[in-house]
């Protein structure tokens, strides 16, 4: 149902692994354990370094205060005229300057701060866990391995399956997708295994493939067991409705010419009758006729090839007069 592919994100060595192929995982529990000297370092010089940015905000505040307190003296005496207007405005830039210092300082501190917590959360990736509940499926991964961060076009380190419930794809032809509704049941057999398993049709890709003319279908069916495994070649039944009324006949009772698809009827003189028919479904050995005949009509099964329309057969099982064509 879930598959999750667990890749570095931390630099280092590998250290320990815990769980082996088969293993059952719960979400969060570790499953490698990295050594990264490297991030650890860089980790304790960014904390330095915010604590020298924390000390810079702390001294910029203190430079803005005195500024601040400054030019709002020398503007008193310069309005009283003890001081000089010159004295006033260098008073003045100087608080504007030490403040805009200490904005410079505390947006240091925050971009400091965030580079700081990004180093935390690498850190963590020094253990690598399971996403959620599940099965080991593949193990790559042994102590000594030197693991590069944010690789990913090698194998992964592991592979975690949720398998509790799982789902299927189906190549459906292009004339069954119409049937394929969700909730449409299905029953499944595996190779290999006795039984078969029941599935739902969940949702249609709602697109046809134009190399095959067939629509993908996704079908899920349960697994509490874990019988059926992932990657696994299945064959699927559909439990597709039918209406009872839809008349059947045998697909050996077709004939195919130039003219179509025509089916030998024997009429009550006992002569033939080609007729035109337009079919439904292909159901194997049976196929769908949604129109040309109707249910009390009699049929030849595997016509010859020579039969036209007016000759003349004997019903197998019965007495009649000799006929020039015959078919059983």
Do not use: C
Request: charged share 25%; no cysteine; hydrophobic share 40%.
């Amino acid at each position: 149902f879930y598959t999750g592919t667990l890749y570095a994100r931390a630099s280092g060595y590998v250290t320990a692994w815990h769980k082996d192929l088969g293993a059952r995982v719960r979400k969060d529990e570790v499953l490698v354990e990295v050594s990264a000297p490297d991030l650890d370092q860089q980790l304790a010089e960014a904390r330095a370094t915010l604590t020298q940015l924390q000390a810079a905000v702390d001294q910029a505040q203190a430079n803005a205060d005195l500024s601040a307190a400054t030019n709002k003296r020398t503007a008193r005496l310069v309005s009283q005229g003890w001081s000089s207007e010159e004295r006033g405005d260098t008073d003045r830039f100087t608080a504007a300057s030490r403040t805009a210092a200490l904005s410079v300082a505390k947006a240091n501190l925050v971009a400091q701060q965030a580079n700081v917590s990004r180093l935390e959360e690498l850190t963590r990736f020094k253990e690598i866990k399971a996403p959620f509940d599940g099965v080991v499926t593949a193990r790559n991964v042994d102590i000594g391995d030197l693991l590069t961060a944010g690789g990913t076009s090698g194998r992964p380190l592991y592979r975690v399956s949720d398998i509790h419930r799982v789902r299927i794809y189906v190549n459906v032809p292009q004339a069954f997708l119409a049937a394929m509704k969700p909730g449409l049941k299905a029953s499944m057999r595996v190779p290999g295994l006795e039984g078969t398993f029941t599935a739902e049709v969940t949702s249609t890709a709602n697109a046809i493939a134009e190399d095959s003319r067939k629509g993908l279908v996704e079908l899920q069916a349960d697994n509490p067991d874990g019988r059926l495994w992932p990657g696994a070649f299945v064959e699927v039944q559909f439990h597709v409705p039918s209406n009872p009324g839809t008349l059947r006949v045998p697909a050996t009772a077709l004939v195919f010419n130039r003219n179509g698809t025509l089916v030998a009827q024997v009429q009550d003189d006992h002569r033939v009758a080609l007729k035109p028919v337009t079919l439904g479904r292909n159901l194997g050995n049976e196929v769908e006729v949604r129109a040309g005949i109707t249910p009390a009509e009699r049929l030849i099964d595997n016509p010859q090839e020579f039969l036209a329309s007016g000759d003349l057969v004997r019903v197998a099982g019965q007495d009649d007069t000799p006929h020039t064509a015959s078919a059983e």
